[in-house]
């Protein structure tokens, strides 16, 4: 690992553990290659660890740190590319677009940091509309069709042409008895 890198919180060496040794801020956040994570740029004064947590590294990933370029996967730990929109090693999706505001945001938060908005409970309740506007559609169809029902058996040319669709019927059930679809 290269031991010069420095600490962005307190300017000192980092050092080759999880936090810098001397403010004791996690790795991501001292060697600033969290980005797109609307983690802090910098730490609290206090010498605390960033609220952020941060995935473990494994001691082969820590050596091919570098400062540019490179993020880390909060789901696996492992170095990526920083523009990855997908971790190459899990495919987790590193970043959420909220549908209310449009902000992106890390996928690992389920609410927008902009605007407050639950993407899981809000795509919940877009399924729940689009399924209360399906039934009504299908309840809407049945009735037209129990109306045209109602007329065709109302006639005399109506009653003829629901008993030829029933032989139809019957032809594509004797055709297609047995057969698994």
Not at 39 to 48: L, R, V
Not at 93 to 112: M, V
């Amino acid at each position: 690992m290269n031991n010069h890198m420095k600490c962005s919180v307190c300017g000192k060496e980092f050092g080759s553990g999880a936090n810098c040794q001397y403010c004791g801020v996690d790795r991501v956040t001292g060697l600033g290659n969290y980005n797109g994570y609307n983690t802090p740029a910098k730490s609290s004064d206090s010498g605390m660890h960033s609220s952020v947590g941060m995935a473990h590294l494994s001691a082969t990933n820590q050596h091919q740190m570098s400062t540019a370029g490179s993020t880390i996967c909060y789901a696996c730990g492992e170095i990526i590319p920083a523009d990855s929109k997908f971790c190459p090693y899990c495919s987790k999706e590193l970043y959420a677009t909220c549908p209310i505001c449009g902000n992106k945001y890390s996928s690992q938060f389920p609410a927008c940091n902009q605007c407050g908005t639950n993407r899981y409970k809000y795509y919940e309740q877009k399924r729940k509309e689009q399924e209360i506007q399906d039934r009504l559609k299908w309840e809407k169809i049945m009735n037209e069709m129990k109306e045209k029902q109602k007329l065709k058996e109302s006639t005399p040319e109506g009653r003829a042409e629901l008993e030829r669709e029933k032989q139809i019927m019957d032809e594509y059930r004797k055709k297609w008895k047995g057969v698994k679809l």
